[in-house]
């Protein structure tokens, strides 16, 4: 029997592995505070991929020959990348070679990849799937609180707060057992407002549901405070004592009258004003963002908009109350802070600050001016590979860039002008099917490390199996590759060595692990950060006397409305967003390959109005075209979502072919959660016309085949949500989810 945690999302649920035989079988672990033994569909089968047939257990090199891979041993393979990296770095310099991680790596494993790159390899190219992830609401934390922590207070505190906002967040689907704490939270006679373009398992438990336009969250925060402020809700007292910059957000607010954000928004003024009367006569406010309102271009501005509103109503920092990021990856948390992220150093370090790379570099033992400075963003990275200057090799560790990048048909083109692609994974996701090289490694049941959980909750993932014979462990790889790299330091394999290591490193940082212990995360189940000495009890709660600005007191930020990077036209009438299923996981590589979970492939969910419109009946197969591609899939009805509003989840290839690559320009974070769309029937009309280009926006199309019937009626507006209970004639189609 061993206590572990589940190996996909931030919740990181306590689990109980037992052997019985030569089987390992999930049992709950109740005594595990975040979710006390509940898990979802996708914990219950986490062991499915040990023994799995799919499972890599040997090395593979791509024969230049024929083409395909072939297995090799781990000598031969270590041997060919570290050579071909030397060959690169002596010819084009270290940034020639560049790195890639993921917020599903352990703490120790995050350390080690940063390591890697700034020591072993030399290069500033490192950077990782989070940028995706959380990172619009870790700048807009930054710069109003001074820290990013997801969650300042432990999850279970929502349970005591009046009114719960929840921004983008599906959680019922993407972190099953936290929705008790709703349902919690209402009996103690809180309520739940949700902001989704759909009308999500989440919202169905909301008090009050608001439906706006993807990509309008920003003026619909803005809205909300120029009416709390118009009526005299803002908390005063706490303005002046624990903020600064109100006066400057708060002329800013004045255009925002109701009217003018049901236009932008599609969000009816009386819910507005029903909204804000709920929040204006509460006392304890939570706001939680999540992907829908963070994956947008103005996504950081979007999240400083919300913390406006937080704390014009005076809440971060108070008990039962404030402003918070539903982490999403196992380890989003403690994989942001370690160091495989292109602009830090561990324990939440700049790498552009000279007494951060001066601590680093004498735990590293290296002279701190040979440490490279900051790099380019993910999807920055991706886009400059196999160019002139670009990085012309590219080791992947923990991420499925081909089916979870934006815009992945070019990121997929970037790859392949790759002189070397390198990827370590369990199984033969579709980047690793593309690789040079493909290393085999141990999954979390069969080794040891610890994750951060969306809450900052440090705990522990301890070895309950042995691996496969031939697997390596991510630490066991990553040293291999240092030492033929010549590093100038040691790499221990030993991940509570290398935890250790980490704790000195991120000492004195702002995410200072150095008073954490196996040891004391085993007896104490998880060590809240900071925790900077042994005998120090670890924060659960943040920013309570004050923030960890220089000042001590929190930003307000003035923020200004952009829209979408591609708004809808003529030629792309529809608003495509796209997101996750309870089933499945991220790209799906783990979870498409346990056969417990169903696996419907992708689907377009659209509203029967939409449906009525291009005469699509349910399952039937529809084609989403954006400026980047196209995607055929069945059309899943639904009365559930806005009817100018496509969803298409991204757990299969296909989604991100036409998803935009707008960045924002804080977080580098790509816009998935809205881009102009077509849709229509696949059906011969739907092929382009000679002489007419999909890609081209600039072809007049009112007239092309695909699109007429999207043009509204007369007297429709696609922003009113309201006009969905007056068509009954598509009714008899419509199918609600499960
Ligand atoms: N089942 C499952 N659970 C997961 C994951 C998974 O892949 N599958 N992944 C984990 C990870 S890494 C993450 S990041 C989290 C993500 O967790 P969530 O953020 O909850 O998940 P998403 O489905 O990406 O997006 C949430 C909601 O945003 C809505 N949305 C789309 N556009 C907008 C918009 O413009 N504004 C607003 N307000 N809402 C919008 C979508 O309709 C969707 O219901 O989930 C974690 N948990
Ligand atoms: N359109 C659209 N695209 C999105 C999103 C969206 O909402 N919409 N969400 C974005 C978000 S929030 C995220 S987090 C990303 C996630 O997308 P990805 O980065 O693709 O995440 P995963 O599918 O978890 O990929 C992890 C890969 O690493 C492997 N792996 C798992 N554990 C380990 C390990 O310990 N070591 C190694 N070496 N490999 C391991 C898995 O088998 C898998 O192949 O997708 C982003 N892409
Ligand atoms: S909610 Fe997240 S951590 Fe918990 S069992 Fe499901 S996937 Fe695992
Ligand atoms: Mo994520």
Redo the contacts with the bound molecule.
């Keep these: 029997m061993t206590h572990t945690h589940c190996p996909?999302?931030?919740l990181q649920c306590g689990m109980t592995l037992a052997r019985t035989g030569r089987s390992l079988e999930v049992q709950p672990w109740p005594e595990f505070p975040v979710n006390e033994g509940a898990l979802c569909r996708?914990g219950w089968t986490a062991t499915a991929l040990r023994g799995h047939r799919e499972r890599l257990t040997t090395p593979l090199l791509r024969d230049r020959e024929s083409g395909e891979l072939r297995a090799a041993g781990w000598d031969e393979a270590l041997d060919l990348v570290a050579g071909r990296l030397r060959e690169l770095r002596a010819d084009l310099g270290p940034d020639a070679v560049a790195v890639f991680g993921g917020?599903g790596l352990t703490n120790e494993k995050a350390y080690q990849l940063g390591k890697l790159a700034r020591v072993a390899i030399g290069t500033s190219q490192i950077d990782y799937n989070g940028r995706w992830?959380?990172s619009s609401a870790a700048s807009a934390g930054n710069r109003a609180f001074g820290l990013d922590r997801g969650l300042p207070f432990p999850l279970a505190d929502i349970e005591h707060t009046d009114v719960l906002v929840l921004?983008?967040?599906?959680?019922a689907?993407?972190?099953p057992p936290a929705a008790r704490h709703l349902d919690r939270l209402r009996e103690n006679g809180g309520r739940v407002v949700v902001?989704?373009?759909?009308r999500?398992p989440t919202a169905e438990r909301a008090d009050l549901f608001l439906q706006?336009v993807?990509?309008?969250?920003l003026p619909l925060a803005l809205g909300l405070l120029h009416l709390l402020d118009a009526a005299g809700a803002v908390d005063e007292e706490y303005v002046a004592a624990r903020t600064t910059g109100w006066e400057e957000v708060r002329r800013s607010i004045a255009a925002w009258w109701p009217e003018r954000v049901e236009r932008e928004t599609g969000v009816e003024t009386a819910q507005l004003r029903e909204c804000a009367a709920l929040l204006a006569g509460a006392e304890r406010v939570t706001v939680l963002t999540?992907?829908?309102?963070e994956q947008?271009a103005q996504g950081t501005d979007t999240v400083l908009a919300w913390i406006d509103l937080a704390l014009a109503l005076g809440m971060p920092g108070k008990e039962h109350a404030g402003y918070g990021c539903?982490t999403?990856?196992g380890n989003?948390q403690g994989g942001r802070e370690h160091g495989q992220k292109a602009d830090q150093l561990p324990g939440y370090r700049m790498i552009d600050d000279p007494a951060a790379r001066d601590h680093v570099a004498r735990v590293w033992g290296v002279p701190a001016d040979s440490l490279p400075g900051p790099g380019r963003s993910a999807y920055e990275l991706l886009d400059a590979l196999g160019t002139d200057g670009g990085p012309q090799a590219l080791l992947v560790f923990g991420s499925n860039i081909v089916v979870s990048a934006p815009n992945a048909t070019h990121v997929t083109s970037r790859l392949s002008d790759l002189d070397l692609l390198v990827v370590a994974d369990l199984v033969m996701s579709e980047t690793a099917a593309l690789a040079d090289v493909v290393l085999p490694v141990t999954q979390w049941a069969e080794e040891t490390g610890t994750m951060t959980n969306l809450e900052g909750r440090v705990i522990l993932r301890e070895r309950a199996v042995a691996p496969p014979e031939g697997v390596r462990t991510d630490l066991e790889v990553i040293a291999g590759l240092a030492s033929r790299l010549g590093s100038p330091v040691e790499f221990s394999t030993d991940a509570e060595e290398v935890f250790a290591e980490l704790g000195r490193a991120s000492s004195g940082g702002r995410a200072d692990y150095a008073g954490i212990t196996y040891d004391r995360i085993r007896a104490e189940r998880g060590v809240f950060w900071p925790c900077p000495t042994a005998d120090h009890s670890g924060t659960p709660r943040l920013f309570g006397s004050s923030f960890a600005t220089p000042d001590g007191r929190a930003r307000f930020v003035a923020v200004e409305h952009r829209g979408p990077a591609e708004p809808t036209d003529t030629a792309y009438p529809v608003h495509l967003?796209t997101?996750?299923?309870?089933?499945?996981?991220?790209s799906g590589a783990q979870t498409r390959r346990v056969a417990e979970l169903p696996d419907d492939g992708p689907f377009v969910e659209l509203h029967p109005m939409l449906a009525d419109r291009i005469g699509a009946y349910h399952g039937e197969p529809v084609v989403v075209t954006t400026r980047r591609g196209e995607l055929k899939a069945p059309a899943r009805i639904v009365t559930t979502i806005r009817p100018d509003t496509v969803?298409v989840p991204f757990?299969w290839v296909g989604a991100n072919r036409l998803t935009h690559d707008a960045l924002d320009p804080a977080s580098r974070m790509p816009e998935f959660?809205?881009c102009a769309a077509a849709v229509g029937l696949d059906t011969p009309s739907l092929v382009p016309r000679e002489g007419y280009s999909t890609t081209d926006p600039a072809t007049p199309s009112t007239t092309d085949p695909a699109t007429p019937s999207l043009v509204p009626r007369e007297g429709y507006s696609t922003t009113e949500p309201g006009i969905v209970g007056r068509v009954a004639s598509a009714s008899e189609r419509i199918e609600t989810p499960a």
């Design positions: 996909y999302c931030s996708k917020g992830c959380m921004v983008g967040s599906n959680l689907e993407t972190m902001v989704d373009p759909r999500t706006p993807p990509g309008t969250d999540a992907r829908g309102a947008h539903l999403g990856q989003g967003t997101g996750r299923v309870l089933a499945q996981y991220q969803f757990h959660k809205v």
